[in-house]
């Protein structure tokens, strides 16, 4: 079967909302995969807002949680493998589930599933400009 932890963070995530709180998930930055501004991570975890009025696009499947915020006033993609978050809560008043850390966990999936969104979104390798002679 497959893992309840992104069906868990789905559900909590829509919970807070219903009942107007700030969803911040807490996640570990040492798993591969992980994709979030470092110089906001403390200790190897990161905090995260992804209330709808502090990310736009925000995605949440089995294998990935992403979006695009600010961070100190520039655009960043994040990309969350599900097995590095560790909890999801409220900002009020911590309520909301945290998650065990897990002995031997599976290498995080290769990529993100593609997406139209997450296409638009996603960070491009920087590569020289080209230009072709098209007759």
């Known amino acids: 079967m497959t893992s309840q932890k992104p069906y868990l963070i789905r559900a909590i995530h829509e919970w807070l ?9 807490l996640v570990n930055t040492e798993y591969d995969g992980v994709q979030v501004p470092t110089d906001f991570v403390r200790d190897g975890r990161i905090v995260l ?11 949440i499947n089995n294998d990935w949680l992403s979006f695009s915020a600010r961070f100190a006033g520039k655009p960043m993609d994040i990309f969350i493998p599900v097995i590095a978050v560790q909890a999801i809560y409220s900002k009020e008043n911590n309520e909301g589930m945290f998650f065990p850390e897990e002995d031997n966990p599976p290498p995080p999936p290769h990529s993100p599933e ?3 969104t997450v296409e638009k979104t996603a960070k491009k390798p920087a590569s020289r400009p080209s230009l072709k002679v098209v007759k």
Do not use: G, K, Q
């Open 17 to 25: 909302l219903d009942n107007a709180s700030t969803p911040y998930v």
């Open 49 to 59: 807002n992804i209330a709808p009025d502090a990310v736009r696009d925000l995605h």
């Open 114 to 116: 593609p997406d139209e």
